[in-house]
Structure formats: C-alpha cells, structure tokens
C-alpha cells in the first residue's frame, strides 16, 4: 500500500461513501451524489498535481 | 420557564444517543431505525481508521504546547472506542520515516472528523429535523 494514486482513490472513496450516505436518504442519490463527489476528487487531485508539475521541489 | 420531566427524559435521551453515536460510528442510526446508514458508517469508519494505523500514522497525544498536536489529538479522538481500542493495544504509535506516514495521518484524522458528522447527523435525525 505505497502507491500514491492508490491511497489517494481509496481516501476518495471513504469520504465520498460517507458524505453521500449522510447527505441523502435514497439509495439511487446516495450512488449519484457519491459517484460525483469521488469523480471530483479524482479529477481535482490530478489536475491539481499537473499545475505543481513545472514546481521542483 | 421550568423544563418538564418529559423535556428532561428526551434531553437525556438524546445525550446518550450522540454518546453512543460518538463510542459506536453508526450506532446512532442503528439506534434510530436507520440500518443501511447506520451498517455503512460501522464497517466504513473503523476500517479507514484501521487503514490509517495500518499506513504507521499517529495518534496524536493531547500536548496543550503544540496547538496543531492537539487538534489532530482532537480529530483522532472523534472516532470514538476504537481510539481507545487502537491506542490500548500499542497502535498508533506512528512511524515518521515510514512513506505513508503523512497518509495515515490523513486516514485517522479524517476518520475522526467524520465520525463526528455522523453524530451530528443522528442528532439531527433524533430531532426530526431529517
């Protein structure tokens, strides 16, 4: 369990499961709202991780 | 205005629900007739907190000197018995040369955070307000 990308989805995963389940009481919302909310973490992390690219550390 | 003995039953109640809710993740719902929320909070909460002291993250001491320390201190204890579980044990004693130290870390903490909207939750619940 070292890879980056791994970790990251997983994270993503148990957030969005748990906000959804909190934020809606329907089954087929709590899939929608969910899969959304996981969509968006996966899509903010990579673009976030191509902006810090040209940055060395 | 004096409370009832009636108000003073359901405050209780509701104090020994967000208790619960707080020890058990999930408790709470199942507590409220809400089973599928409250089965997933009880498998999803322990396992990202497990996951987190699998990845060699901390759990952090109540050191009043370090404020940072002591509000991650605050997060970790947001998940309830497992914490205490976890820390009788000899776990969570993290291992800041390991990789995924940083990564457990955000497990925990965030596994104690949300175990704490959880609870906010089963309180609104409890109210009528969901």
Known sequence: MRSHLFLLVLFAMFVSLVFAVIARDNAREQIKLGGLMFAGFLASAIVLSWLMYPFPL | ?????????QSGALVLLCVAAWAIPGAGHLWLGRRNKGLVFLIALPLMFAIGLALRGRLFPFDLSDPL????????FG????????????????????????YGN?????????????????????????
């Not at chain 2, 955000?106 to 969901?130: E, Q």
């Open chain 2, 106 to 130: 955000a497990f925990l903490i965030v596994a104690g955070l949300l175990n704490v909207l959880v609870v906010i939750d089963a309180y609104d619940v409890a109210l009528g307000r969901k």
């Open chain 2, 1 to 9: 205005m004096r409370a009832t003995a009636a108000d003073e039953t």
């Open chain 2, 79 to 102: 998940i309830g018995l497992t914490y205490f579980i976890a820390a009788g044990l000899g776990y969570g004693a993290g291992d800041v040369r390991a990789v995924t130290y940083e």
């Open chain 2, 69 to 76: 320390v002591a509000l991650a201190a605050l997060a970790d």
